[in-house]
């Protein structure tokens, strides 16, 4: 695991940008998967506002790690927040939008995306694997809609799960454990002073976080897992 402490948004937004065209490089396709919340929203725009940062969306495939059981006209789905911040504004080719249909019933749309996985990515010993994913974490220590209450999702033996949220009920498309640990490359963005808990715990006592927060669950198989935290989110780690 590796940590990367910011001041800021916008510093955080650029190191990971950075990070992405690293591994880019020499690459035909990239098969990216995004998280909704509001840093992602945040990066989105960074990506839009500065087009000069030499990546060609072109080369990349987006998939999501999870959405909300909503029409993709819903304020509430990450497919639209995406799309206004980021979709509209560069030229990304719709081929290469693989959304989860959070209009369909929750448990055949799990079963659908999980074929889609199965035909769009490259598999690492046998399971589908992307070659980036970007996690958020909620200051319940939920990442993906896998949450606390639900943690035994994360070792269910399918791709994709529905999840259910603990205060609203809202159903949600969610990658199990056995998908995100799958990937090759694993990126977590998590900012804010509301976060800083919960981040604390998962890298401090990760043996007992590991019982509590499916976020400390987060251990791809690859070992490559990397935090961007701004300075507020890591508030509470030592030294």
């Not at 993709?72 to 995406?82: A, G, I």
């Not at 929750?106 to 995306?113: K, T």
């Not at 690859?222 to 507020?232: C, Q």
């Amino acid at each position: 695991m590796k940590i990367r402490i910011f001041e800021n948004k916008e510093e955080l937004n650029a190191a990971f940008t950075d990070w992405l065209k690293e591994i880019l490089v020499g690459k035909e396709t990239l098969t990216l998967a995004l998280s909704g919340g509001s840093t992602p929203k945040s990066l989105f725009d960074y990506w839009a506002e500065n087009p000069e940062k030499d990546i060609d969306w072109k080369k990349i495939k987006f998939f999501w790690g999870d959405e909300r059981c909503v029409p993709p006209t819903d304020e509430q789905s990450n497919y639209k927040m995406t799309k206004e911040h980021f979709f509209d504004r560069i030229p990304v080719p719709e081929s290469n939008i693989f959304r989860i249909y959070g209009e369909n019933p929750p448990e055949e749309e799990a079963n659908r995306y999980a074929e889609v996985l199965k035909t769009e990515l490259r598999s690492e010993n046998g399971i589908p694997s992307f070659d980036v994913l970007m996690l958020g974490m909620g200051d319940d220590g939920h990442t993906a809609s896998i949450f606390p209450q639900e943690i035994e999702l994360w070792n269910s033996p399918k791709l994709c799960v529905v999840g259910t949220h603990p205060e609203t009920g809202q159903k949600r498309v969610s990658l199990s454990g056995r998908a995100i640990n799958a990937a090759r490359n694993v990126a977590f963005l998590v900012t804010g002073e509301n976060k800083a808990q919960k981040v604390s715990e998962i890298i401090s006592h990760p043996a007992e976080a590991e019982k509590k927060y499916p976020a400390a669950l987060v251990q791809p198989d690859s070992g490559d897992l990397i935090w961007f935290v701004d300075k507020a989110a890591a508030s509470l780690l030592s030294q």
